[in-house]
């Protein structure tokens, strides 16, 4: 795919993806939602990848749906508003699940205003940190619409019931330093230091771990904190790591632990991921 709407760029094992239509302050159109999905999988797929940062050009880093198309462009009866919940074909919320699903930790740079959709697509993202000064808002109940890209799924599960209520009851924007207090981003930086943070927190999290390791831990991480017993995450955590630690990637760890030594793993999440992987597709299907 040849993206129009977002760049990606490559920076070692990291892919930093740019949202790009600063002219209008990177709003969402279903074409860039399409683009993120492909670059996601993309990124899932090559095993040079170890973390994607996402991050906006301009001032902005996405000033939510591209309301261009007037008191209509939501209504999907018309081009306008088609365009902006999809593209080609694709449903909604494919780039939610792009996100999700991935397999290497992704980090949202916050580096300006980041509403609706803007901030939304940022949930399933595993680190968020804000430029001071940045600007967010949960505001679709001043729109009368209804929290979206599974918002009211993801939003309690990082920042608790009481803290998203008061935001999306309310619709209100609120700068870096409210979300930095409420949970939502774990750091606020100065805006000409945040993509350099974003990469350091990107290479904490690739320079010295297992990318198999990575991957595995993130998605039993998301899918089993809201769970309401231990029981289904103990049937699986306990053979996994029996698999686990007959692979090669168990020994490095821990010979270069004991020669104190930066571990060079050979796994791949490309062909070395568990038996067990993934787990929530057989729990269904049961």
């Known amino acids: 795919m040849n993206y129009e709407q977002i760049i990606c760029e490559t920076d070692g094992p990291l892919l930093i993806l740019t949202l790009n239509r600063p002219d209008k302050l990177n709003a969402y159109t279903g074409a860039m939602g399409a683009e993120i999905t492909d670059a996601f999988q993309r990124a899932d797929a090559d095993d040079a990848i170890r973390a994607v940062?996402?991050?906006?050009?301009?001032?902005?880093?996405?000033?939510g749906a591209d309301v261009s198309g007037g008191a209509k462009s939501f209504d999907t009866s018309g081009s306008h508003g088609a365009g902006v919940f999809s593209s080609s074909g694709q449903r909604s919320g494919r780039f939610i699940e792009a996100i999700f699903n991935c397999r290497k930790p992704s980090i949202a740079a916050i580096n300006g205003a980041a509403v609706g959709v803007g901030i939304t697509m940022t949930l399933p993202m595993d680190v968020r940190i804000a430029a001071k000064g940045a600007r967010i808002g949960f505001i679709f109940a001043r729109r009368g619409l209804v929290p979206e890209a599974g918002s009211a799924w993801f939003l309690p599960k990082l920042v608790g019931l009481p803290q998203s209520l008061r935001w999306?009851?309310?619709g209100r924007t609120f700068d870096a330093d409210e979300a930095l207090k409420g949970g939502l981003v774990s750091e606020t930086v100065e805006p000409a230091e945040l993509l350099d943070r974003a990469k350091e927190i990107g290479h904490e999290m690739s320079d010295e771990t297992s990318p198999v390791a990575i991957a595995l831990t993130r998605q039993m991480l998301w899918r089993f904190a809201g769970a309401p017993d231990p029981f289904g995450l103990l049937e699986i955590d306990k053979p996994m790591s029996i698999e686990r630690g007959g692979?090669?990637?168990?020994?490095?760890?821990?010979?270069?632990?004991?020669?104190k030594r930066k571990p060079s793993f050979p796994g791949k999440v490309s062909q070395d991921m568990p038996s067990q992987y993934p787990w929530w597709k057989d729990r269904a299907d049961g």
């Open 247 to 259: 692979h090669a990637d168990v020994r490095e760890g821990v010979q270069s632990f004991i020669e």
């Open 53 to 63: 940062i996402v991050t906006g050009s301009g001032r902005a880093f996405c000033a």
């Open 168 to 170: 999306c009851l309310s």
